[in-house]
């Protein structure tokens, strides 16, 4: 089966009813997980973006919480499965000023870890590639915004 492009699929979908645009939708839910966080963003946290921060920072806060520390093994493991699942809900926003929230607070997460990330050469990369990252996007942001954010960058 070839996947049709997505000008082909909005211009079949401009022609469904609203009926028939509820079904599909609610039929795409039933196959992934993430097609089903995706729509409960859309629908509940989209017009709420500091409660839905809110909500992932928690998210973030009960994983942490949850990590083996018995060996750097699975503080990698567990780091970059938390890495995922922030990058997977950053990407249901398309906010930058999101993404660079919930980065920073990833960043100040890890680093405030015990024991500490300085003794994994590996964890030390993943927290610079992130900082890295942060700095890009603050480029990207309005000057106010920069100021706000590269302050809290010069904190980590």
């Known amino acids: ?8 699929i909005k211009k079949e979908l401009s022609h469904k ?9 609610l039929h795409l839910s039933r196959f992934k997980k993430e097609n089903k966080e995706l729509l409960t963003y859309l629908l509940f946290e989209s017009h709420n973006e500091d409660g839905y ?9 009960e994983q942490f919480e949850l990590v083996n520390t018995s060996s750097y093994f ?18 249901y926003s398309k906010t930058k000023e999101t993404e660079v929230e919930l980065l ?3 960043c100040q997460k890890l680093k405030g870890f015990s024991p ?12 610079n ?9 603050v ?13 809290l960058l010069e904190d980590l």
């Open 129 to 137: 590639r992130q900082i890295i990252l942060i700095k890009k996007l």
């Open 116 to 127: 500490s990330i300085k003794y994994s050469t590996q964890l030390q990369n993943m927290y």
């Open 74 to 91: 699975y503080i990698r493991k567990s780091a970059r499965k938390i890495l995922t699942h922030t990058k997977k809900y950053i990407r």
């Open 1 to 8: 089966m070839k996947t049709a492009s997505i000008v082909e």
């Open 139 to 151: 480029g990207t942001l309005h000057e106010d915004l920069q100021y706000d954010y590269k302050l």
């Open 53 to 61: 921060i809110e909500s992932v920072k928690g998210y973030i806060d």
């Open 17 to 25: 009813s609203y009926e028939e645009l509820a079904e599909l939708c």
């Open 104 to 106: 920073l607070y990833f």
